[in-house]
């Protein structure tokens, strides 16, 4: 998808209608128009890229500063108790746009969001050789 399409970076450059909630240099955080709760808020860097894997430490580094005080803001406005911090990356993993994102759900006892998530057991001696392949490829 170029940065042409990307319905992301047309918010960026305020092409289409956006309910914002925080803006700067670096990032864009917006509520979400189909949301799985109460201030359910997307956050998104300016620059475009497509996975987590793609950004530059430098931008990971500033993202991740603002996602920490986007979600602070959720929070107290909606009143939760918790929240859920959500980023798909690739189309197996559920990314509908290519543009890197985070979601902030904001969560209460008893919603009913991600109320199963399955367990995986690793079989025997699978867990030390996973680990040592991940290292390797750091």
């Given at each position: 998808m170029s940065q042409d399409e990307c319905i992301f970076c047309k918010m960026v450059a305020d092409s289409?209608?956006?309910?914002k909630v925080y803006e700067d240099d670096v990032v864009l955080a917006?509520?979400?128009?189909?949301p799985l709760s109460d201030?359910?808020?997307?956050?998104?860097?300016?620059?475009?890229?497509?996975?987590?894997?793609?950004?530059?430490?430098?931008?990971l580094a500033a993202f991740c500063a603002r996602?920490?005080?986007?979600?602070r803001a959720v929070?107290?406005?909606?009143?939760?108790?918790?929240?859920n911090i959500l980023g798909n990356n690739g189309r197996s993993a559920g990314q509908l746009v290519e543009h890197v994102h985070f979601h902030i759900i904001p969560?209460?006892?008893?919603?009913?969001?991600?109320?199963?998530?399955?367990?995986?057991?690793?079989?025997?001696?699978?867990?030390?050789?996973?680990?040592?392949?991940?290292?390797?490829?750091?």
């Amino acid at each position: 998808m170029s940065q042409d399409e990307c319905i992301f970076c047309k918010m960026v450059a305020d092409s289409i209608p956006t309910a914002k909630v925080y803006e700067d240099d670096v990032v864009l955080a917006f509520l979400d128009i189909g949301p799985l709760s109460d201030g359910h808020t997307l956050l998104i860097p300016k620059q475009h890229y497509t996975r987590i894997g793609d950004c530059p430490e430098d931008v990971l580094a500033a993202f991740c500063a603002r996602l920490g005080k986007v979600a602070r803001a959720v929070v107290a406005a909606v009143g939760a108790e918790g929240y859920n911090i959500l980023g798909n990356n690739g189309r197996s993993a559920g990314q509908l746009v290519e543009h890197v994102h985070f979601h902030i759900i904001p969560r209460r006892t008893g919603d009913g969001i991600f109320t199963n998530w399955p367990a995986y057991r690793y079989p025997q001696g699978r867990i030390e050789a996973l680990a040592a392949k991940i290292r390797e490829n750091l």
